[in-house]
């Protein structure tokens, strides 16, 4: 049976082996300077002893292991702890409750105990968003991954009613039969779970169109500290402010998901795509901006910049990459793919070889956790932006983060602006890449919002963003008093969206 990496990214058999490691490190070398060591993936440490003793009414774990691997999400930053064996603050227990009864008691145990609750998915969370930082109190992770039943689909209306543990493979493994999908596929769909998903508003990687999860939920059950609450199953809604949107990007700060409808669809029959190359990146921006104004709306339109082109589609060119992709399950799409390729040519554009990238981009988890172990600093981050602020943002970003070398591309357009994604690698002394790695966070953040972006697209504020995510003023006020409100006694997921 395939065994989860208790200290990256998803399979452990999976993980880069020490051929593939060498293969990486002589790519890697043309750009960086290595120290030529390969760091040994530890066993699980011994851990401090938990603080609390396992309840008797609902499953838990109070083992070192299972500790071990809720310690933390998978950003570079938790690879990199789990790798220097950095665990001075693993959760007591790990419950798995069954139902939304036993997530309702395990709160209120916790509660009584004092003990801080932290809702836990995939644990895929980038942005430190499962992790309680702090020693003063006992920490209990609540991981809902038995919470994994799909428990209706409405095929006239296009929904399905699912509980919130369950992951994107299963999902999607139910609704097959049917002909159906959600059509939500983070890169991280693999090990990430609804509820994750609802709370972070994620972003699936079709670059129009539906893209967020808050365009595809109908309706949610939430549970909180004070109470069950339930959101209406509509299409749409104009009764004052839009319920839904309280829990989406809430976190696990406010109250626990327990199960959501969401809006599903017929699968894609009808498939068509094309790499173009461009030879400078600003005729690729301006491409790729016209196709997102042209109401065409790809599934993809991911724009590669030259060096992501190369590492991600190997593209030896010099030149960058509009991967372009069009789907329908009631129509060919061959007259769309064709308006859009005379664009591209319109600004010099030239149909290329066949794209590359899907095998990197699933891959790319792994490669960064073996680029961690050979002693890079990897650090991806995005925002959105005008198209107007584009280019200063750009530039502002490559000088916030140099001498790292970083690549650029679009995950995600928008008719007013992209979404675009940055991975910045640079080298650090072993033992200090966490500070390498929170100096090039802050640089990067500062730079994006001196430059009209957003702190995040879709990966959430967690704890890391926190410094540049409040609003000041009456937003932030009224969110803290929703906290105090619906968890008076601070309990669920403390510290994430800067909410104590
Ligand atoms: C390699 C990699 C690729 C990624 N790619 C993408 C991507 O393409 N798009 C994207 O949007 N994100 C991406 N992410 C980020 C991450 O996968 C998303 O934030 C995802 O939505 C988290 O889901 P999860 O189930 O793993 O949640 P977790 O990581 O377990 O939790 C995330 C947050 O949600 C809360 N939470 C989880 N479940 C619940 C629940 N049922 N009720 C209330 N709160 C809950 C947690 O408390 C925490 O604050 C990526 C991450 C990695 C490591």
Same mark, same amino acid.
């Given at each position: 049976m395939a065994v989860r990496s208790w200290w990256g990214w998803g399979w452990a058999d999976q993980a880069l082996d020490a051929h593939e490691l060498e293969q990486l490190a002589d790519r890697v070398r043309a750009f960086l300077p290595l120290d030529g060591e390969i760091t040994r993936v530890p066993a699980v440490p011994e851990l401090r002893a938990p603080r609390l003793k396992p309840p008797s009414s609902v499953e838990c774990r109070a083992d070192d292991e299972a500790r071990a691997s809720h310690s933390y999400g998978k950003a570079y930053r938790d690879v990199i702890r789990c790798l220097n064996q950095d665990l001075a603050s693993p959760p007591d227990l790990v419950v798995y409750p069954a139902d939304a009864d036993e997530v309702q008691r395990a709160m209120a145990w916790a509660a009584e105990r004092g003990a801080a609750v932290i809702p836990y998915g995939g644990g895929s969370s980038v942005v430190g968003g499962v992790e309680y930082r702090g020693a003063d109190r006992p920490v209990v992770v609540l =991981? +809902?991954?038995? +919470? =994994? *039943?799909? +428990? *209706? @689909? =409405?095929e006239v209306s296009l929904a399905v009613r699912t509980q919130a543990g369950i992951f994107g493979p299963a999902l999607e493994h139910r609704l097959r039969p049917k002909g159906l999908t959600l059509r939500h596929f983070p890169q991280s769909f693999e090990f990430s779970t609804v509820g994750g998903w609802l709370a972070t508003r994620a972003g699936g990687h079709f670059a129009t169109g539906y893209t967020h999860i808050d365009d595809l939920v109908e309706s949610m059950s939430v549970l909180t500290p004070t109470g069950m609450a339930h959101t209406a199953r509509v299409p749409a809604s104009g009764a004052g402010p839009e319920p839904n949107r309280l829990w989406l990007g809430s976190e696990g700060a406010l109250g626990v998901i327990t199960e959501a409808w969401l809006r599903v669809q017929q699968r894609p029959v009808h498939k068509e795509g094309v790499a173009i190359a461009f030879e400078t990146f600003g005729q690729a921006v301006t491409a790729t901006r016209l196709i997102a104004q042209s109401g065409l709306n790809p599934a993809n339109c991911r724009l590669l910049d030259p060096l992501e082109a190369m590492l991600g589609a190997g593209a030896l060119d010099g030149g960058s990459r509009l991967i372009l992709g069009f789907e329908s399950a009631d129509h060919p799409v061959s007259a769309q793919l064709k308006r859009a390729i005379e664009i591209c040519r319109g600004q010099g554009g030239v149909a290329s070889d066949a794209e590359k990238w899907r095998g990197t981009f699933l891959r790319g988890p792994y490669l960064r956790d073996g680029l961690a172990r050979l002693g890079v600093v990897v650090e991806t981050f995005e925002t959105a932006c005008t198209w107007s602020n584009f280019e200063s943002l750009h530039t502002a970003v490559l000088e916030a983060v140099a001498p790292g070398f970083v690549t650029c591309r679009f995950t995600h357009v928008y008719p007013d602006g992209p979404a675009p994604y940055f991975t910045v690698y640079a080298t650090a002394p072993r033992g200090g890449e966490v500070a390498v790695w929170d100096e090039l966070k802050a640089h990067a953040s500062q730079a994006l919002l001196a430059n009209?972006?957003? @702190?995040t697209h879709h990966h959430a504020v967690g704890r890391d963003h926190v410094p540049w995510y409040h609003p000041p003023g009456p937003f932030t006020e009224a969110l803290r008093a929703v906290k105090r409100t619906l968890d008076p006694q601070g309990i669920l997921n403390p510290g994430v969206l800067g909410l104590g």
């Open positions: =991981d +809902l991954s038995k +919470l =994994d *039943e799909v +428990l *209706e @689909i =409405d009209g972006g957003t @702190i």
